[in-house]
């Protein structure tokens, strides 16, 4: 299938990282803290893809690095306590996943150095001075953070399903992230020609009742959010949307290849592939205050023909000639 890929990665230098600040390290191999908003089975292929990084720059787990993971299992209030017991572990670095978890993170520590995963803008949030240059000891991706994201997955529904005009924008509210995401919603609309609807979701039990709301109200597709509680539940998600002859576009390849039909999004594994080449510049002195934020280089549109099918839906074949990747 067609591969497509947008580079942009923002460059710089800046101050000197004081030593002192550095935290302190295992004898004989460095620690390395690593938190996932996700449960251990959601993440296992993005953890794979970290270690395959790691090893790719000869680091070997048990001999010349540590791995100290905590994982918050979709529940954005273990976060902070997860985060202070790996500070208190005092690792060289600590990589971690998602918006909450960088910036609980951030406020556990100001001293050890962090490379995160945020969809915010670092620079708004308080996580850098500036993309180019950070400045302080956080470092990593601004990930889906493009405002015209949510525009560009709502185009493509609306592609993939020709002569839809309402739609479902499903968030959880106590989500940051979710919440900032729609800033871009009304513009987004008004161009597509979209009128939509915000069903919010705070809990996997409460999944049912929102589709059920959208197929009361006549909705015709939906957009549903990649944040942790989403994510950690998405079979469930994706199969009550087939269920319900619901079109619906997601943002992970995960949603895709777990019934979703249609994905798009950067690739989870091709960040934290990345990001491991970040932790290696940091464990051979690097001050993440010196290491630009960079940007995803790889976003994937992923469709489920099997999910189409299913639904009685029949996908365009020019749209599936843009798939970087069709499951059937």
Known sequence: MKRRQFISLLGGAAAAWPLAARAQQPTGQPLVGLLSPLSAAAWVHILAAFRRGMRDLGYVEGANVAFAIRYADGQVARL????????????????????AAVLETHKATRTIPIVGVTSDDPTAVGLAASLARPGGNVTGFWAEGDEALIGKQLDLLKHAVPGISRVGIMINPDDAADARSLKALPAAARALGLAVRVLDVRTAAEFEAAFGAAVREGLQGLHVSQSPLFYANRTQVTAIAARAGLPAVYGFREFAAAGGLISYAASPPDIWRRNAGLVDKILKGASPGDLPIERPTQFDLVVNLKTAKSMGLTIPEPFLLLADEVIE
Do not use: M, Q
């Open 80 to 99: 902070p306590a997860l985060a202070n017991e790996l500070v208190a572990l005092k690792p060289a670095v600590i990589a971690v996943g998602s918006p």
